[in-house]
């Protein structure tokens, strides 16, 4: 019985287009991830949804025509321990 891994981070986002994130620890198979895009220090809202490319157990690519200095996009993963 494999047990369940949990995993988040936090992406600053200060260019336009794709993006790419290692887990820290992989996952057996692509697990299920969900991104939360937001502006750090203001009150806005986000221009264009981040758009998953690409998942696997060991990372995920992402993107979109957001990006500012303040810009970032929160993730998180689970699915089972590798």
Known sequence: MSS???QS???????PGPYSVTFPTAFSK???????PFWSSQRLEVGKIETLI???ATGF????????PTYE??????????
């Open 73 to 82: 996009v929160a993730w998180i993963a689970f699915g089972n321990a590798g």
């Open 9 to 15: 981070g936090l992406v600053p986002k200060k260019a």
């Open 61 to 68: 690519t992402a993107t979109s025509s957001n990006a500012a």
């Open 54 to 56: 690409d998942v696997t």
């Open 4 to 6: 369940t891994l949990i």
């Open 30 to 36: 692509a697990p299920v991830v969900a991104l939360t």
